[in-house]
């Protein structure tokens, strides 16, 4: 099976840019979620989605981000405009069922550079 | 609310030497505790996890974890590192009715031939 698949890996833009970062989970998985890696913070959660629907996106930086999962199979993270400080590594990540005790599959990630 | 303490940012050993990597938790609940490993330039995949029972939990590549609820941790170890086992560790909790994980900071591992 594929696991959860991210794209683009490498994506490199200029300063107020929009740029968008795109996610196919695992098919049968209910949870959805969109984290975000820098050396200086570590791995944050952003937003994440029960069955399509955004259930908490209180880590989501500022109004310049957002993100949506219109079906199943397909979610986006969408930074307008971008800036130097977006620059981080962005997981999607799924799981099977929405309750914290199952295993998240992660997928390989997008490096984003914004110069 | 919960949160998680990785006591080192890098510990580096040498082959076949034993390891021990530390998590500290903070929750006033119960708690489900996890260890993913990342691979450079890869995705996070789970190790092991903790969610009831016995207390020494047993992963792949040769992993276990120790839940210890009175000292609040959760260290991962391994009695012989390899080359292969380079990568950077995380530690995770997660509270019953809860839907989201808290990461700590991670943990380098660097294996020294």
């Known amino acids: ?115 | 609310a919960q949160s998680v303490t990785q006591l080192d940012s890098q510990v580096p050993v040498f082959e076949e030497a034993p390891v021990e990597l530390r998590c500290n938790y903070s929750s006033s609940v119960s708690v489900y505790l996890f260890w993913y490993v990342q691979y450079p330039n890869q995705g996070l995949q789970l190790l092991l996890k903790y969610l009831s029972g016995s207390t020494l939990v047993k992963g792949i590549n040769g992993f276990e974890a120790e839940f210890n609820k009175s000292q609040t941790s959760f260290h991962l170890r391994k009695p012989s590192v390899h080359i292969s086992d380079t990568a950077e560790y995380f530690c995770a909790v997660g509270v019953q009715g809860a839907q989201k994980l808290v990461f700590g900071q991670g943990t380098r591992l660097t294996i020294n031939p």
Not at chain 1, 46 to 65: C, K, Q, T
Not at chain 1, 67 to 87: C, G, H, V
């Open chain 1, 1 to 115: 099976d594929a696991g959860v698949i991210q794209s683009p890996r490498h994506e490199v833009t200029e300063m107020g840019q929009e740029v968008t970062l795109r996610c196919k989970p695992i098919s049968g998985h209910n949870s959805l979620f969109w984290y975000r890696q820098t050396m200086m913070r570590g791995l944050e959660l952003l937003i994440y989605f029960n069955n399509n629907v955004p259930i908490d996106d209180s880590g989501m930086p500022e109004d310049r981000f957002s993100a949506k999962m219109p079906n199943a199979s397909f979610s986006t993270l969408k930074i307008q405009p971008s800036e130097p400080r977006d620059s981080a590594v962005y997981f999607c990540a799924s799981r099977r069922d929405t309750q914290n005790t199952g295993e998240l599959f992660f997928g390989e990630g997008s490096r984003l550079t914004v110069l």
